[in-house]
């Protein structure tokens, strides 16, 4: 059942247990900025939440207003639930999380995998500068893809000091949908380089994190035909590799500006009714003759019934897309479309839908 922007009834978090969010969707929906948005959701009641990117893109550093991030987790955020349009938690509490950052290079990791494993040390560092890092990297994308996500896996368990978990949720924009899947069934890339051995062990262990309950795949959509299918063909591929499928977002839903019955009545001749409505709004100057009304409206009435025309088609595709949607049976959150673009208030707005509506 989709929850739609705005909804004030305060529901329960869908996802509770859940402590490695997998965010991904077809490129243009805005994976990135949900991806973000659901870790300010998440840590809005205190936590702690490490956001990470795999791509190289430095996304989130363009979505918070800040320098690019480095190989290091960092604090970028505080957030709490006021922040977020949000009233005090039950218990009354009222103080916030932090959201914390993190741009996985796959060169620095497969040096921080070497020297764990191997214990390369400086040997490692003299890989670099001949190049085989960039090589190995490149030539087996299956050893790079276990080590962006057993980064992010490594993350979702670590432990402090005092045994308490280090994140209380890890978020990860992941690669686009069409090789999700791919990416995270690790084992299955790595099968025809290692069966025994630390890789191998590695590939392991990050499978059983992300084949746990502990580990949610989210996909983001439009309310288009592409990203819908593709979106559909995602969550098939996730089922048949057996990965933990998560919610739909469905990101930039237009408000209806047409009532159902005025979108039921776009396909009939009202040419005559919409002229008369525009001369009594005023539309036809000061003139109250007729003609003169009927004259200044007309220039008006084709534009303005072929708009119509036009809502009425793309509200008829969004109830299909819905509709093929629902077929998934899985949580569903609405985000509006922000006319504005996304800045960082638009960040916080769009967390706090996703926090509304149950998905944090």
Request: hydrophobic share 45%.
């Amino acid at each position: 059942m989709a929850r739609t922007p705005g909804q004030a009834a305060r529901r329960d978090p869908d996802w509770e247990g859940v402590r490695l969010h997998v965010v991904s969707g077809k490129g243009g929906t805005g994976k990135t900025t949900l991806a973000a948005a659901l870790a300010l959701a998440l840590a809005a009641d205190g936590g702690r939440v490490l956001l990470i990117e795999v791509e190289g893109r430095q996304g989130i550093a363009e979505l918070f207003g800040i320098a690019a991030l480095p190989y290091e987790e960092r604090r970028i955020a505080a957030v709490s639930r006021a922040q977020l349009g949000l009233p005090p938690d039950d218990g009354g509490g009222g103080g916030g999380g932090e959201v914390f950052a993190l741009a996985i290079d796959p060169e620095q990791a497969l040096l921080e995998y070497l020297e764990m494993f191997y214990k390369l040390g400086r040997a490692g560092k003299a890989l670099q500068k001949v190049g085989f890092v960039d090589f190995a990297t490149t030539i087996a994308p299956g050893v790079r893809d276990v080590l962006l996500t057993g980064k992010a896996c490594e993350a979702a368990r670590r432990k402090g000091p005092d045994g308490r978990r280090r994140y209380d949720a890890v978020v990860m924009d992941a690669p686009p949908t069409g090789r999700l899947t791919r990416f995270l069934n690790v084992n299955a890339e790595v099968a025809g380089l290692a069966r025994i051995g630390p890789i191998h062990t590695q590939a392991q262990a990050v499978m059983r994190v992300l084949k746990s309950p502990e580990t949610a795949v989210h996909l983001v959509t439009l309310l288009e035909e592409m990203p819908v299918q593709e979106t559909v063909d995602g969550f098939a591929e996730l089922r048949e590799a057996r990965l933990p499928v998560g919610g739909v977002m469905v990101n930039m839903v237009r408000p209806p500006v047409l009532d159902a019955a005025a979108v039921a009545a776009v396909d009939g001749n009202h040419r005559e009714e919409v002229a008369l409505a525009l001369g009594e709004a005023g539309l036809g100057g000061r003139s109250r003759k007729p003609e003169t009304v009927r004259a200044t409206v007309e220039p008006l009435l084709d534009p303005l019934l072929e708009q119509a025309r036009e809502h009425a088609e793309r509200v008829e595709l969004e109830r299909e897309q819905r509709a093929d949607l629902q077929q998934l049976r899985l949580p569903t959150y609405e985000l509006p479309l922000l006319g504005e673009g996304v800045d960082l208030g638009g960040l916080y707005r769009l967390a706090g839908e996703l926090k509304r509506q149950g998905a944090a």
